[in-house]
């Protein structure tokens, strides 16, 4: 326990002074203690020894009295007194140095203290993770223990100070009773002042001095006894701050017991419940097995007695032509299903609403099986076999599949195999089985890799593509990771229209295939090994062929002269020398070419020059290094030598510049952004045409390039856009056939430019070989909606004057229409007609209504002014309509047209509709009277005339405009040459006045032409007229 405050003591008060006498001066207690500065700490004065009686006798005083007498006593023990005074106030000050140096060293273990007490506070409030640990309690015990020892010592500390504050406060207390009970003040007469000896002087000058020490030693225990109160606070907030911390390590002790108990119960659970897990993922597993068993073993049974059941065939009227006709083919139970109790029907592609999917290609007919009967109800599942058209050079990257429509718009897909049957041994079939009538439809897609990641790590090989593969660990996913990958490959035409639209892609050397991966983990404890082809720099494997070339044409020269010196016999070989071929040297300087010991090589030191140099390649390829001045490996240098011919141009001497030196560029598409975009990854060669990298993320859909140094990334990407666009885009053109007989029934085809030729000759042989040229290349991709539109004197006369298809690269996409012209009456300078037939794409663009705000109706009260003004009452308020329920707003869905392009046809006139109508005439009736020119005389001169009529008619008055009316509505109606002649003479006879000589003007005509027999025949019948 601390030592309790030692009280404060008061030097006591000086005795009253007796009744009589003068005041003192100055008094033991009298002097004001408090306003002696306490820091002026002087050394107490040595008192002078007192004087002897001697000295009492110099004083002038002769005789001594009892007073003097009592009066020397008193100084004489007043001088022991002081003395004695002496003594105790140098072991005052002793005592007070003592406390002095105790204070220090009181104030240095204070500081201690107050240093332990903070580690110890920062200790506490660490982080509950370092809490957790044994080191943590060890440095706890250890600081408690030192905080400990050192309130000990404060303790002993304290104690030795009290013990000291009470040796020098007992001697001071005797002291100053002593000065008090000795020096008085004597008493003096009232009338004469009290006179003072020199002792007395020197004794008052002593009791100032010493009073000025008392007060110093007061001041001075003061601050002793202020510095062990604080020093006891200090013990007792340290001994409080000790048990707390106390108390918290133990219960820290307590908690992180708790929780290492706690911790083990649960991973002890944790295991049991894993043990548990494992128990039951093994027992499903094994049930699992046993199911699969069983149903491998029924299925296996059910294929036995599905191979005996009978083929149902659906025939249907397609428009494609290598099905033949088949809709589907059903394999089925027979006790549950028969061929009436189902249909098969073809659907267009306009009216099924098939979405189409990026890559996908539509190879068949979209068929819709629906029953018979809507009471009929499906208790079997359908084995269907549907046609399809994947041709054999798609088969090796490309795998038919079948997808069902489960909602409307929506397709799932369904597991399908390649199935052939012997009754159409030509067709070819992709097999699935359903259980409920559906539409169907068969589309290729790249062919999709289904991988499985083991969770204990490995190297895992694609079966589609061997020589990619994925590397993992362990720590690379926390269970089995499935993923399936998807190679595109990409074609040399491709990347031959890529280099012709884009200039800068010259410079990519090669490229990767496409790489879809769908994962099912987005992230990777650790980054997988991905290994993948990239075809090599055509520059390496071209020196490389040169070098192997060099190699093999030094090395006939030496085998064939050999075997020639092994035939010829020893004489001749010793009389002919042979001959060196000796080339001719270019002028000026030339490499240095070493000469190579002709010496023969083995199979197996051949065999291993050339491994050497292929692992040569891939190693410099692996470094990236720069091949232009690097010879080939495992080749001398003189074969390096040829693989830089040497030209001799303008003075100088060129070498080939082809560098081998290329790069690798990572390219990822953006799901967002719909654009390739470059990962900064890095691409280490391993071969010559195998690459590898570190996935640390889930990338779906990437490619890799390899380039020269020359290109820039922005350059990249823009190529890799463009080739994408180039790969899901086909480069197409419009044919335009009409028959010979009917240029009206016209045929249109989007064909494809690689197919044009095939086209052609089948439109050809369906008579199909009459119209314009193909229109010039444009792109379209799958899915794109077509329409026909006409321009110019065209249109077409069918049901839909605007016909529409779905573009699809594996089928036929064609019209057949039938044309007219807009106007007979247009376009009367060419001896045809003339439009354009545009094919225009159609593109869904889906926009929302716009909602218009309706006023609302308010009813208002009625209310003059006079009772509004007299009647203080509230205005009633208008009663608010019931504002009626908002109807959701439909999305308007449009179809913007945008032209692709345009062909001109032409097509013949029809004379028959353009020849003018003949004009309605009132027939002429001819009545003679007593005129000898009658009916019969006309019709004989019509008949009569010959090809001289239109000259006649001419000398008979008739305008030549009256005439071209005449023949062009004769040709009109197709009269005869005798009814134009009757037509021209009645025309003639119709325009004469009665009263005219109709004889005389017809003779006078006919002479004019040479028709005297017709002159004679009119003077013959007016003579016979006149006799009558």
């Given at each position: 326990m601390p030592p309790k405050k030692p009280p404060a003591k008061k030097p006591p008060?000086?005795?009253?002074?007796?009744?009589?006498?003068?005041?003192p001066k100055a008094k033991a207690g009298g002097a004001e203690p408090k306003k002696v500065p306490s820091e002026t700490k002087q050394p107490p004065e040595t008192i002078p020894p007192a004087p002897s009686n001697s000295a009492l006798a110099l004083t002038g005083e002769g005789d001594a009295t009892p007073a003097d007498a009592a009066a020397a006593a008193d100084i004489e023990k007043s001088k022991s007194d002081s003395k004695t005074k002496l003594d105790v106030d140098e072991s005052s000050s002793a005592a007070t140095k003592v406390a002095e140096d105790k204070c220090k060293d009181k104030t240095l273990d204070e500081a201690t203290l107050l240093k332990g007490l903070k580690q110890l506070q920062e200790h506490i409030l660490s982080e509950a993770t370092v809490q957790a640990g044994p080191e943590y309690l060890e440095a706890l015990k250890s600081k408690?223990?030192?905080?400990?020892?050192?309130?000990?010592?404060?303790k002993r500390y304290c104690e030795d100070s009290q013990q000291q504050l009470e040796t020098v406060m007992n001697p001071i207390k005797k002291i100053t009773e002593k000065i008090f009970r000795t020096v008085t003040p004597a008493e003096t007469d009232k009338e004469s002042p009290p006179k003072k000896s020199l002792e007395e002087l020197e004794l008052e000058a002593r009791q100032k001095r010493l009073h000025v020490q008392l007060v110093k030693i007061n001041d001075e225990l003061l601050q002793v006894s202020k510095i062990a109160v604080e020093t006891e606070a200090a013990a007792v907030g340290a001994s409080q701050a000790c048990a707390e911390a106390v108390e918290l390590a133990k219960k820290i002790q307590e908690e992180l017991e708790e929780k290492q108990r706690q911790e083990k119960e649960a991973a002890?659970?944790?295991?049991?419940?894993?043990?548990?897990?494992?128990?039951?993922?093994?027992?499903?597993?094994?049930?699992?097995?046993?199911?699969?068993?069983?149903?491998?073993?029924?299925?296996?049974?059910?294929?036995?007695?599905a191979r005996q059941w009978q083929l149902i065939t659906y025939n249907v009227t397609s428009p494609l032509e290598f099905d033949g006709g088949i809709g589907c083919v059903i394999r089925a139970d027979p006790q549950y299903f028969k061929k009436s109790n189902a249909e098969c029907s073809v659907i267009n592609q306009l009216e099924a609403g098939y979405v189409f999917v990026d890559n996908e290609e539509v190879i068949s007919n979209i068929i819709e099986l629906t029953p018979t009967s809507p009471t009929y109800i499906l208790k079997c599942n359908l084995c269907i076999y549907i046609p399809h058209n994947l041709s054999r050079q798609q088969t090796g990257s490309r795998e038919p599949l079948i997808k069902m429509e489960t909602a409307p718009g929506r397709w799932n897909e369904v597991k399908t195999k390649d199935a052939t049957l012997d009754k159409f041994r030509e067709a070819k079939f992709a097999q699935c089985d359903v259980k409920v009538f559906c539409r169907l439809i068969v589309v290729s897609r790249f062919k999709k890799d289904h991988m499985k990641l083991k969770q204990r790590g490995g190297r895992f090989v694609s079966k589609v593509d061997p020589r990619v593969s994925f590397t993992t660990t362990p720590e690379t996913f926390g269970r089995k990771e499935k993923i399936s990958v998807q190679i595109q490959p990409i074609d040399s035409l491709s990347m031959a229209e890529l280099k012709q639209k884009v200039p800068a892609a010259k410079a990519i050397l090669t490229t990767s295939s496409i790489f879809n991966i769908e994962w099912a983990s987005r992230t990777f404890g650790t980054p997988i090994e991905l290994t993948l082809p990239v075809p090599p720099n055509p520059i390496v494997?071209?020196?490389?062929?040169?070098?192997?070339?060099?190699?093999?044409?030094?090395?006939?020269?030496?085998?064939?002269?050999?075997?020639?010196?092994?035939?010829?016999?020893?004489?001749?070989?010793?009389?002919v020398a042979p001959k060196k071929e000796v080339k001719a040297a270019p002028k000026g300087p030339r490499p240095d070419v070493k000469k190579d010991d002709k010496k023969p090589v083995d199979a197996a030191k051949k065999k291993e020059g050339k491994e050497g140099k292929e692992g040569k390649a891939g190693k410099e390829a692996k470094e990236g290094k720069g091949k232009g001045d690097e010879k080939e490996g495992g080749e001398p240098e003189e074969s390096a030598a040829y693989t830089k011919p040497i030209k001799w141009y303008m003075g100088q001497y060129a070498t080939n510049t082809e560098d081998e030196r290329d790069q690798f560029f990572f390219l990822q598409l953006h799901e967002k952004k719909k654009r390739w975009v470059i990962l900064p990854i890095d691409i280490d060669p391993i071969k010559i045409d195998m690459v590898e990298m570190k996935l640390k993320e889930p990338i779906d859909r990437f490619l890799v390039f390899r380039t020269t140094l020359s290109i820039s990334t922005a350059e990249v990407e823009l190529i890799a856009n463009t080739l994408h666009a180039i790969l899901i885009s086909r480069t197409v053109q419009m044919v335009v056939r009409q028959k010979p007989d009917d240029s009206c029934d016209v045929m249109v085809h989007i064909a494809q430019a690689s197919k044009l030729d095939r086209v052609l000759r089948r439109l050809q042989d369906d008579d199909y070989d009459v119209g314009p040229e193909p229109s010039g290349e444009v792109t379209l991709k799958d899915g794109d909606l077509l329409e026909l539109a006409f321009r110019g004197n065209v249109k077409c006369i069918d049901r839909n004057p605007n016909p529409q298809i779905i573009f699809n690269t594996n089928l036929e996409n064609k019209f057949h229409i039938n044309i007219q012209e807009r106007d007979i009456y247009v376009q009367k300078s060419y001896d045809v007609y003339r439009g354009f037939i545009q094919l225009r794409r159609l593109t869904k663009v889906i926009t929302m209504p716009v909602r218009k705000v309706k006023?609302?109706?308010?009813?208002?009260?009625?209310?003059?002014?006079?009772?509004?003004?007299?009647?203080?009452?509230?205005?009633?308020?208008?009663?608010?309509?019931?504002?009626?329920?908002?109807?959701?707003?439909?999305?308007?869905?449009?179809?913007?047209?945008?032209?692709?392009?345009?062909v001109l046809i032409t097509f013949p006139k029809n004379l028959d509709l353009l020849a003018p109508k003949p004009l309605r005439k009132a027939p002429i009736t001819y009545i003679s009277l007593n005129d000898p020119v009658t009916v019969q005389v006309l019709t004989k001169i019509a008949t009569d005339l010959g090809a001289e009529w239109p000259a006649t008619a001419t000398s008979l008055g008739i305008k030549p405009v009256s005439l071209m009316h005449l023949q062009r509505d004769a040709a009109l109606v197709k009269k005869t040459e005798f009814e134009q002649k009757y037509d021209m003479i009645m025309l003639w006879v119709k325009a004469l006045e009665k009263s005219e000589n109709k004889a005389a003007?017809?003779?006078?005509?006919?002479?004019?032409?040479?028709?005297?027999?017709?002159?004679?025949?009119?003077?013959?019948?007016?003579?016979k007229s006149f006799r009558k």
């Open positions: 008060a000086p005795p009253p002074p007796k009744k009589g006498a003068a005041p408690v223990e030192a905080l400990t020892s050192d309130m000990d010592h404060l002890r659970l944790a295991e049991l419940e894993k043990q548990k897990e494992a128990e039951r993922l093994a027992e499903e597993e094994r049930k699992r097995l046993e199911e699969e068993k069983k149903e491998a073993a029924l299925i296996k049974q059910r294929m036995k007695e494997v071209k020196k490389a062929a040169m070098a192997r070339a060099a190699k093999e044409a030094k090395t006939k020269p030496a085998a064939a002269e050999q075997q020639e010196d092994e035939q010829k016999p020893a004489e001749a070989k010793e009389e006023e609302r109706a308010k009813s208002v009260v009625k209310a003059t002014v006079d009772e509004a003004s007299s009647s203080h009452q509230l205005e009633e308020k208008p009663a608010e309509e019931e504002e009626p329920e908002e109807v959701p707003l439909k999305p308007i869905i449009e179809f913007k047209p945008s032209l692709i392009t345009e003007i017809l003779a006078s005509a006919l002479a004019a032409h040479g028709r005297e027999d017709l002159v004679k025949f009119l003077e013959e019948i007016t003579r």
